[in-house]
């Protein structure tokens, strides 16, 4: 075949001004020599690489199950998704940051780690106007755009019908101090606390890690003390796990005694006994939302304002606070 290097470029980067035939020719041609063309080359060139990067606190169920809807998006936009894992660590999401933008990534998802409070490497990146889209947790004082959820609604979901079942003194297991998710939710707690006249009691509100077993300690201590909460509330289901557990171990009938709500609606938590009522989200939704605004971010020629895209929960009531029986799950 008798057809130009430049010509055969033209084509294999579906350029105009090429002759039909000569078109086909070439891409018969490519077809049958299984040309697979060099991505790092052609990078270099369009300076881009089709290539988001994540950075995820780690991968349980909420956020692997978001990531899948990051790369369900990214798959039909034609980008490739790079997941790394801060495990928590402020450390390790700095160093997850600078080898994805060492790997030349077109654009950032992040949801930040539990032990991120400073978030200076992220505004670096943004005030030269590099796309990030921040999902689920979010620094506060990040002018960026955010997937979130609306927690402060959820929060306030849970504890209503906490109240709703009876209960008064209703704890609220809140997770690290310093993320969103954790304030956002505690205003949903106090607002409804007020809202119904029940005194907000600070002994009540405990902080803790995202960790099980922490949150079983914290419960443990909650249960010695003189009076004790009625119910309790946990920022996710991990700690409503570990909430369960130190419940059990005192023989704490659940619901009757204390009742408990937590935050997420992973799979396992119908399947303890008893099953848990959760405030659920939809990771999926929340991830694809995410890696749709950063490819509209990357795409277009001009700076796009910032946005914040809020989602809508729901409250799965099970028979750890159903001291109604009436109610329907």
């Known amino acids: 075949m008798n057809v130009s290097i430049s010509t055969v470029s033209r084509v294999l980067r579906d350029m105009p001004d090429v002759n039909a035939e000569t078109r086909q020719a070439v891409l018969q041609m490519a077809e049958k020599l299984d040309y697979q063309p060099n991505q790092v080359a052609l990078s270099l060139v369009t300076k881009r690489t089709h290539t988001l990067g994540v950075i995820v606190p780690n991968l349980d169920h909420f956020f692997s199950v978001a990531v899948r809807g990051i790369d369900d998006l990214a798959l039909e936009a034609g980008y490739t998704a790079m997941i790394c894992q801060s495990n928590e660590s402020y450390a390790r999401e700095m160093v997850n940051t600078q080898r994805l933008m060492k790997s030349r990534v077109d654009g950032l998802i992040v949801s930040i780690s539990s032990d991120t409070f400073n978030v200076d490497h992220f505004k670096r990146l943004l005030q030269k106007n590099y796309p990030i889209v921040f999902f689920d947790r979010v620094g506060s004082d990040l002018a960026a755009t955010k997937v979130l959820l609306d927690n402060v609604a959820g929060a306030a979901m849970a504890v209503t019908h906490l109240i709703e079942q009876g209960c008064r003194r ?160």
């Open 170 to 329: 209703i704890a609220y297991l809140a997770g690290p101090a310093n993320l969103s998710i954790s304030q956002q939710r505690l205003i949903g707690y106090t607002d409804t606390l007020r809202k119904y006249g029940i005194p907000i009691e600070e002994e009540l509100i405990v902080y803790s890690e995202f960790d099980r077993d922490y949150a079983y300690s914290c419960t443990l201590d909650l249960l010695s003390r003189p009076n004790r909460p009625d119910a309790i509330f946990a920022v996710s289901d991990r700690l409503a796990v570990g909430a369960l557990l130190a419940l059990k171990e005192k023989n704490v009938q659940v619901p009757e005694e204390v009742a408990l709500v937590g935050f997420n609606d992973e799979p396992l938590m119908r399947l303890l006994t008893p099953a848990v009522s959760s405030v659920a989200q939809s990771a999926f939704d929340m991830g694809r939302t995410a890696a749709q605004l950063l490819i509209e971010q990357m795409s277009s020629e001009t700076t796009l304002p910032h946005r914040t895209v809020m989602l809508k929960p729901t409250l799965i009531k099970r028979d750890s606070s159903l001291r109604k029986k009436t109610e329907t799950t």
